[in-house]
């Protein structure tokens, strides 16, 4: 049978071996293919169109897509399923998404769904299909997605009972012991995000880097803690929790906690001790919040065996995908409130959706309604700026607070400037920063042509030093690169018959100056990808002397957890160092061990054998969204040599802001950079439709009257 766009969907056995084709050609995962197949196994008389949408389904699930955009899909297949351009390698490939959907209309593909009524249905059922509207989706993730609306639509509606029982002079009196007077540079978007998180069960507070999210956060729990012991002489403070995606993120909450909860501007008495006491300092991940199952989705908490919790934090909320926050809402009783921290333009999850970033997205214009407006002016005397008083902001828009001034990156911070120069998505804003003329000493730019190797190594291995504008300060700090940490492993070594407290503070200090600097890839492939740096970087620093890169393990190779150990007390994300340890036990004098901090951000060191390691992979380089819930002083970014649909404007951000201090930017090719910034990740949901899609706050009961 000739091979045609009609008998590819109207003939099963056709159909099958495209998928095949797809399958050996990368273009589709064996999953998806299976997923078809299965389907076609369970229900022979399906339309193969349907087959080849659940295939789909399935791939974009693949992408970080919750759905399949049915209308997107038609617009443009190809783009839709981001397919790799056309190959010229002289191999004739299968037909194309686009050569075998030409001409079909969304109610050719809605009447094909409607003849298979055992596989597809339009909300809730037993199919393992959704059609919702024009989305297509695997049940589970249309449950996940309505679960979450669901979940949070009731806390948006215990906003107006939460806001009448607050006590204006009392959440005064405790905004201005927190923050001080209000003063003349209002608003405050810190004493904001209090008052309005206080007065509601849900909140999500956004912000880029150095915007104060911590310590807003900080404060926010002192407040509810406040109001909720003032008054009670023995009463219980508030069950609250804090969480973070990863074990990286969340051993650096806890340690910026710790700080801040000691700082706090509360009464020398006993209600302030009590409040300093009940705001807790131990971060945990979201995995083992839940109580995680080995070798299982599910968890020991759930509906039906809720968190003892009034209040959970969770950190880098960008970092955490559909799924996971459908089984944390699931999981959080219903009078318990929820409030995510996190940066809207980051990247989004590794997994499926983009919970926060749909959340926020009116988050810029605020829309917050006028009666918001007056109760929280009245509550904390705040104004809010009149452009972002709506009247038909939505009751998800009162709950979303963007912090808005950087306290890390000042106006004459070039990392500042070109973070919000590639959030802006303009290569032209971009273009300028680099060659706007101004003193830029924290940026450098490094074309990586014939001399790519010297240029590597002055960056990589030495900092780059001399590529940075001189900042006026002179002989001030210069940054630095992966040599920095071998030479404080190799001058500060303590011998061999040190003791057990001199060699843990040797690693606390190699371990401290290797989180300094870190190279970050667009791709885990190609000569600019993840393997082969670390291998170029493994070698240069084996040139110079440094690093003596033998065999798996080696004294001074960085690696990262990538799972979850719970028997060891690791979680996936944590940096750790392998250093020759002085033991004197050992015939030599030494023994190779793995030393991690402590995941209490404590000085203390872990030391782990290698041969107990599973789950771990050398980071002299790291993808960008490996770094995520990371900082670095020094940030080194390589981009690849050719286009890559992963290279996007919230990558190269997410990039961007992990360096505190410096940030290099290596190319091997030029327009590459220009071209990820226009490009952004759209990921197909339906989740920000559902929240949406209630009434304007001031004709909702969710309202202050």
């Keep these: 049978m000739s091979m045609t766009p009609q008998t590819l969907l109207t003939h099963w056995p056709s159909l099958r071996t495209l998928l095949d084709q797809w399958t050996e050609r990368g273009w589709l995962r064996p999953l998806d293919r299976a997923l ?23 791939h974009q699930l693949g992408r970080g897509h919750v759905c399949l955009d049915l209308a997107a899909l038609l617009a443009d297949p190809d783009l839709s399923l981001s397919l790799p351009p056309e190959s010229d390698d002289g191999v004739l490939p299968p037909p194309r998404p686009s050569w075998c959907l030409a001409g079909l209309v969304l109610p050719t593909l809605y009447q094909a769904l409607a003849q298979a009524p055992s596989l597809v249905a339009a909300g809730v059922g037993t199919t393992p299909l959704v059609l919702d509207g024009q989305r297509l989706y695997l049940r589970r993730y249309w449950q996940y997605e309505q679960g979450i609306g669901q979940a949070i639509g009731e806390r948006l509606a215990m906003g107006e009972g939460l806001r009448q029982a607050l006590s204006g002079e009392r959440m005064r009196h405790w905004l201005d012991r927190l923050f ?45 803690q406040a109001l ?23 051993a650096r909450l806890n340690s910026s906690v710790a700080g801040r909860v000691g700082a706090l501007p509360l009464p020398d008495d006993d209600l302030g001790r009590r409040i300093r006491a009940a705001i807790p300092t131990q971060v945990t991940t979201v995995h083992r ?8 989705r599910h968890f020991r908490h759930h509906a039906r065996n809720p968190l003892p919790v009034d ?99 000042g106006a004459d911070s070039g990392i500042g400037r070109l973070a919000r120069a590639v959030n802006g998505g303009d290569p032209a804003q971009v273009a300028a920063v680099w060659d706007g003329g101004d003193r830029l000493p924290d940026l450098a730019r490094v074309p990586l042509r014939g001399d790519g190797d010297k240029a590597l190594e002055q960056v990589l291995i030495q900092g780059g030093g001399d590529l940075f504008q001189d900042d006026g300060a002179g002989q001030g700090e210069r940054p630095r690169g992966h040599a920095h940490y071998l030479t404080v492993m190799r001058d500060t070594d303590p011998g061999d018959g040190a003791c057990r407290e001199a060699v843990d503070d040797w690693a606390g200090r190699i371990l401290g100056a290797q989180a300094e600097f870190q190279c970050l890839c667009v791709i885990r492939g190609g000569p600019w990808g993840v393997e082969q740096m670390n291998h170029r970087i493994a070698q240069a620093l084996g040139r110079v002397g440094l690093l003596a890169p033998e065999g798996v393990w080696y004294p001074g190779r960085p690696v990262m957890v990538t799972g979850n150990d719970y028997g060891l007390g690791l ?39 290698p041969s107990r390691l599973g789950q771990v992979e050398t980071v002299f380089a790291m993808t960008v969204h490996k770094s995520q819930g990371s900082e670095f002083r020094h940030t080194a970014l390589v981009l690849p040599d050719a286009p890559s649909p992963i290279l996007t404007r919230e990558l190269i951000y ?52």
């Design 311 to 409: 209040l959970v934090v969770v950190d880098e909320a960008s970092m955490i995908d559909l799924e996971l926050m459908s089984q944390l809402v699931q999981a959080l009783p219903p009078e318990a409130r929820l409030i995510l921290l996190g940066d809207k333009d980051q990247l989004a999850s590794v997994e499926a959706g983009a919970v926060l970033g749909e959340l926020c997205d009116r988050a810029d214009g605020g829309h917050y309604s006028s009666r918001i407006r007056n109760w929280l002016h009245g509550v904390s005397g705040e104004a809010l700026p009149p452009a972002m008083v709506d009247s038909t902001g939505r009751p998800l828009d009162q709950h979303i607070i963007m912090l808005r001034q950087s306290h890390r990156f």
């Design 36 to 58: 078809a197949v299965f389907l076609h196994e369970q229900a022979p008389d399906t339309p193969p169109l349907v087959l080849l949408l659940a295939a789909l389904a399935s």
């Design 654 to 705: 997410t990039a961007i802001t992990r360096a505190s201090r410096w940030f290099s930017l290596l190319m091997p090719r030029a327009g590459i950079l220009e071209a990820g910034v226009k490009r952004r990740v759209l990921r197909s949901s339906g989740l920000k439709g559902a929240l949406l899609s209630t009434k304007p706050v001031e004709n909702s009961v969710e309202t202050m009257s």
């Design 228 to 250: 909720h012991l003032s008054g009670q002489t023995e009463g219980q403070p508030l069950r609250i929790r804090m969480a973070a995606p990863t074990g990286k993120a969340a």
């Design 180 to 224: 001080g007077p209000v003063g003349p540079d209002a608003p405050d978007w810190q004493r904001i995000a209090c008052a309005l998180a206080a007065g509601g069960a849900f909140a999500v507070i956004t912000g880029g880097p150095g915007t104060g999210k911590t310590t807003t956060v900080v404060r926010l729990l002192a407040l509810l």
């Design 571 to 609: 979680m996936n994300g944590d940096m750790g160092v392998a250093l020759s340890m002085p033991d004197p036990e050992a015939p030599d004098g030494r023994v190779l061990r793995v030393a991690f901090p402590a995941a209490d951000g404590s000085p203390r060191v872990r030391w782990i054998l």
């Design 289 to 296: 919040l839940l109580g995680s199952r080995p070798n299982s």
